[in-house]
């Protein structure tokens, strides 16, 4: 099994940027490619961006340009870097990680989540 938590969220106005982290434990040697999702109030789990065990990365075009998804294998971290952040990016942040090697966009093609942590964007 693969322990994933979550962190760095929290309040922030708009315009701020925010860090997310995603700490990885147990058979993280099962584990290739991750990936964030949000979930907003009343809405599906939207993909945000993902990345493989290279660090090939893939992100949502909306947000091209304001995310960034990066890892630190040796630290067996993910991360999420927010810049210029809006009002609609208000949501809960999941991390996800998944046994297959390739960037995946769909849920549920994920093994693993983490808990959430919850990003709020005041206007």
């Excluded at 046994?99 to 942590?117: E, K, M, P």
């Amino acid at each position: 099994q693969v322990q994933l938590v979550e962190s760095g969220g929290g309040l922030v106005e708009a315009g701020g940027s925010l860090r997310l982290s995603c700490a990885a434990s147990g058979r993280t040697r099962s584990m290739y490619s991750m990936g964030w999702f949000r979930q907003a109030p009343g809405k599906e789990r939207e993909f945000v961006a993902g990345i493989d065990w290279s660090s090939n990365t893939f992100s949502t075009d909306s947000l091209k340009g304001r995310f960034t998804i990066s890892r630190d294998n040796s630290k067996n971290t993910l991360y999420l870097q927010m810049i210029s952040l809006k009002p609609e990016d208000t949501a809960v942040y999941y991390c996800a990680a998944s046994r297959r090697t390739s960037i995946l966009l769909a849920a549920h093609d994920y093994d693993y989540w983490g808990q959430g942590t919850q990003v709020t964007v005041s206007s």
